[in-house]
């Protein structure tokens, strides 16, 4: 259900020169640069342009930007948003199929019921201090950031406006596209992705299902450099936190937003301050899942795991 959304956000930090990625730090360590104080000082003294693209989905994407809004709106400051169409080109029948396939009638229809009052609620007028957001268009307003809804961020019209805008670097949040390379030559500084998985395991669709079905004890984070190819390129982060026992697939996704938040704003820090380390990621090893088939779906609520 992760990627049933996603859209494109500027932040502008601070910042001067363009970076250098480093190699040969071992994986397990990237995580844990990028916390100090003395980072997040340099970060906020420095000036860089941040697109973030991402998409519209109030249910599984508005959870990472309330969190980072949240947290870092001081230290990033957000220029503009723009948002694609959730699950980008895909079927909106082939989407309800596969959804009703794992949610059942009940869920779909918890889930319409949910979408309806973002959609209503969405619409009020909320300050900063909010409790919480309804859309990521009412969120955008509260903190006086431009939102903008697009279409294929691969298009020609939306690249030239980019290249107008002229980012220093482009974030994916849950993008429904896999970005081509005239776009992410674009910023200087490249382009980063989150995926909620540890890569290069668990690369595709469904990452956070695909983990609980394989009844991993511990979700992962990646944050890598995008290339052309999915869920390829470079690492800059990975991180992972316990499943919790009994825990749904719709709280674990909820979570795990959150969760990566905090991650992105510790790799923003480091690149702010070309701290960062990229490391390669095994392009023979790890695996690739899509959405899942009927009887895979079976198997998963006979284990006793539910995806609400």
């Known amino acids: 259900m992760e990627d049933v959304g996603r859209s494109a956000l500027f932040l502008h930090v601070k910042c001067s020169g363009l970076h250098k990625r480093h190699r040969g730090l071992a994986g397990e360590k990237v995580h ?19 697109e973030i693209l991402t998409d519209d989905n109030p249910l ?41 396939a794992l949610y059942g009638a009940g869920g779909i229809a918890r889930i319409a019921g949910q979408l309806l009052s973002a959609r209503l609620l969405g619409v009020l007028p909320l300050r900063a201090n909010a409790k919480r957001f309804f859309t990521l268009s009412q969120l955008c307003a509260a903190y006086r950031i431009p939102f903008e809804r697009i279409t294929n961020p691969n298009a020609e019209s939306i690249v030239r406006e980019v290249r107008e805008r002229k980012p220093d670097l482009l974030v994916s949040v849950a993008c429904p596209y896999i970005l081509k390379r005239t776009l992410l030559s674009i910023p200087p500084f490249g382009g980063i992705n989150i995926h909620h998985a540890p890569l290069p395991k668990y690369r595709g669709m469904m990452p956070t299902f695909w983990q609980m079905f394989h009844e991993e004890k511990r979700v992962g984070v990646t944050i890598h450099y995008m290339v052309e190819k999915i869920d390829r390129g470079q690492a800059l982060l990975r991180d992972e936190f316990p499943i919790e026992p009994g825990e749904s697939l719709d709280h674990l ?10 991650c992105m704003a510790r790799v923003l820090r480091q690149i ?22 009927l009887q895979q779906i ?10 609400l």
């Open 272 to 293: 702010v301050t070309r701290t960062q380390v990229a490391v390669p990621l095994s392009e023979t090893e790890g695996s690739y899942f899509t959405f899942p088939s």
């Open 298 to 307: 079976r198997e998963f609520r006979q284990r006793g795991l539910r995806a």
């Open 253 to 262: 996704i909820r979570r795990s937003k959150r969760h990566g938040a905090h």
């Open 60 to 100: 599984y994407v508005l959870p990472f930007f309330e969190e980072f809004l949240k947290n870092y709106s001081s230290e990033f400051e957000i220029a503009h948003i723009s948002v694609c169409r959730p699950m980008g080109d895909r079927s909106r029948v082939q989407l309800l199929r596969e959804l009703s």
């Open 32 to 50: 844990q640069l990028g916390d100090s104080e003395e980072l997040k000082t340099r970060a906020r003294n420095a000036v860089m342009k941040i």
